[in-house]
């Protein structure tokens, strides 16, 4: 890879957490800018540290904008989380929740539905879009920082989380780059930035309602969501501030593949150059077959039988109704008929990640589906 040039790119590290020695888990947070207006874009990796592909990416998007004029700015936080990554159990990461405690890694985020609706009432009829855009997001960050410098203090996840979306909340698109256990490609869009689903270039997109359940891209879009049809109701007029925030699911965890990363980081420049960050018209979505899902439709199948399983479908494979999916094989039967027991799809479905392990118990979450589906 090419250097690239101080006056383009700044590096900085921030202190995400220290750990038993004291010491700071520092994390890289690399900014490029070309000085030219546009909007600021938050990328980060690895909240959940098992889930490391998305370093790849940032690295393949690294490489790319070193040869890319940029308008705007593009904050890049790998590795996000030097505690999960680093927790290891045997040959696995153990990198989705806080093992201390069971937090998930994604869900101590800040998004408070009523300071919304009491900075939509300090809203002025003539105040201008950019106006309420700027003390909106002051507003955002400040509660961030009143949260974090509480007496009574924090969880560790809770911490870590608020120290991130200090950062993403100064941002107009954040990007949250995960995998799945064993997953096809697929990203969840806000449902008022439906077409974006057209400007990734990722073939499954599951649209999410304004819901706040924890996670950086809800944290990130309720409050503008919330906002745009709070001042939409109170002034009979259209309100846009242009921020929107997806999580992006490249893969399975626990892999690396660097050719697969450049692809993934070429359909992020796709959606970028959509946005009018890229200067050049290098890069743009691929036309290609993409489907859609309301969240109500992406539905779990848990299974009934613990054993040893196979698992017959593959992510991104269209299923029919009583196809099998997966074979349980249970240990104390095999001299029967019930040896082998089949799970069966229940409508057709489109699989999009399973379980990593062989070997489950009852109620394990076998599978996610698409049910309902649609071309886009
Ligand atoms: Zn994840």
Redesign the pocket.
Known sequence: MTDIPKNRLSKSHISVAQNASGRSLNVPIYRISDNAPGPRVYIQSS??GA?VQGNVVIYHLLQALSSQKINGEIILVPNCNPVGTNIKAGEYTLG?FDPVNGTNW?RGYHYDEEQVFSFADSVQENDTQEQIKQAFRQSIAKAIDNKLSQPWGLGLAQQLNLRLQQIATTADIVLDL??GPVSTRHIYIPEYAKSAAYEFSIPHCIFIPNKFAGALDEATFCPWWTLQETLQARFSREFDFGVQAFTLEMGSQEVIQFDEGEKDAVSILGYLSQKGMLQSGDYKPASMRRIGVMLKDYRTMFTDFGGMVEYCVAPGQHVKAGDTMARILNIDDLDNHKAVQNVVAPCDLIPILHFPSASVLSGTQLYKCFTEYFEL
Do not use: G, Y
Request: hydrophobic letters at 15%.
């Open positions: 909240i959940h889930e989705r994604n995960h995998n």
